[in-house]
Nanobody, 121 residues
Framework: QVQLVESGGGLVQPGGSLRLSCAASGSIASIVAMGWYRQAPGKQRELAAH???????NYADSVKGRFTISRDNAANKWYLQIDSLKPEDTAVYYC???????????????WGQGTQVTVSS
């Protein structure tokens, strides 16, 4: 079992920055990858950024160059740095952990509760 708690959302003006945090607890060793997803009002949840165990990252085209995903292994935290925010970035942001069992086989996932990011002047 892994529990995830996001924080760092808020109201920010266009062009501003935020750093979202995802704190993990529980079976940390089972986490093999972490993703940041977002869901805008009336839209489907979409993947914004993803990082796997070896540090490899990938980003949605809409956020490349503005979003940076990172992790602090010692603190069991993952981060999403969001720069040059646009109104269309307004959404609830969620972190999701991909889990594996002791054999390395997929073992489901775990979601946080989300944090609201609102970009408005």
């Amino acid at each position: 079992q892994v529990q995830l708690v996001e924080s760092g959302g808020g109201l920010v003006q266009p062009g501003g920055s935020l750093r979202l945090s995802c704190a993990a607890s529980g079976s940390i060793a089972s986490i093999v990858a972490m993703g940041w997803y977002r869901q805008a009002p009336g839209k489907q949840r979409e993947l914004a950024a993803h990082i796997i165990g070896n540090g490899r990252t990938n980003y949605a085209d809409s956020v490349k160059g503005r979003f940076t995903i990172s992790r602090d292994n010692a603190a069991n935290k993952w981060y999403l740095q969001i720069d040059s925010l646009k109104p269309e970035d307004t959404a609830v942001y969620y972190c999701k952990a991909d889990l594996a069992d002791v054999h390395g086989d997929p073992a489901g996932d775990s979601w946080g509760q989300g944090t609201q990011v609102t970009v408005s002047s």
